[in-house]
């Protein structure tokens, strides 16, 4: 066994020694290696987003969130008027102490909700609503006269908040 095992050693010593004048036994082409670097950018949040319904009427609005603390958020939007195409803004102030919303079309009326209905918001992860409002425009503050518009409703969705105030 051992003789056996001497002359396997033998051959593989003689064969590493091989003549390679004519080239190496194996042939080791260079593989060039291509790199693919790709970068991601964490995607966008999606841009907040809400909606006004006024009687019949159902506004959408690209709106930006302002954190002001203690619950509070104050909501800026813009959007068209869906039949005119006219530019309408929209305030929004969710507050627990003095809520208001209030929408002006490109002529100036402001549509908001009468005084003398309530006006309740509801908060819940990031969404504010409020159903059964009854807007009205041409609101008098000091008497509470106004002319109806008709019942409505509102929803935000808030993805993002400013830390600075509304300017």
């Not at 803004?89 to 079309?105: K, Q, T």
């Not at 402001?110 to 609503?129: C, G």
């Amino acid at each position: 066994m051992g003789a056996l095992l001497a002359v396997a050693g033998a051959a593989a010593a003689a064969s590493a020694c091989a003549d390679t004048a004519d080239g190496p036994l194996v042939s080791e082409e260079a593989v060039p290696e291509e790199v693919v670097t790709t970068t991601t950018a964490p995607p966008e949040p999606p841009r907040s987003e809400g909606t006004a319904k006024v009687g019949d009427v159902l506004y959408e609005f690209a709106v930006t969130c302002h954190d002001r603390g203690a619950g509070d958020v104050v909501v800026l939007g813009a959007g068209d008027d869906p039949v005119s195409g006219d530019p309408v803004e929209l305030y929004l102030e969710a507050s627990f102490v003095d809520p208001y919303i209030g929408l002006r079309l490109a002529d100036g009326t402001l549509i908001e909700p009468s005084l003398e209905s309530p006006l309740d918001l509801y908060l819940q992860d990031d969404v504010i609503r409020a159903s059964a409002i009854r807007f009205v425009q041409d609101l008098n503050l000091d008497t509470g006269e106004a002319t109806e518009v008709g019942f409505g409703e509102f929803e935000i969705h808030c993805y993002s908040y400013e830390r600075e105030p509304p300017s």
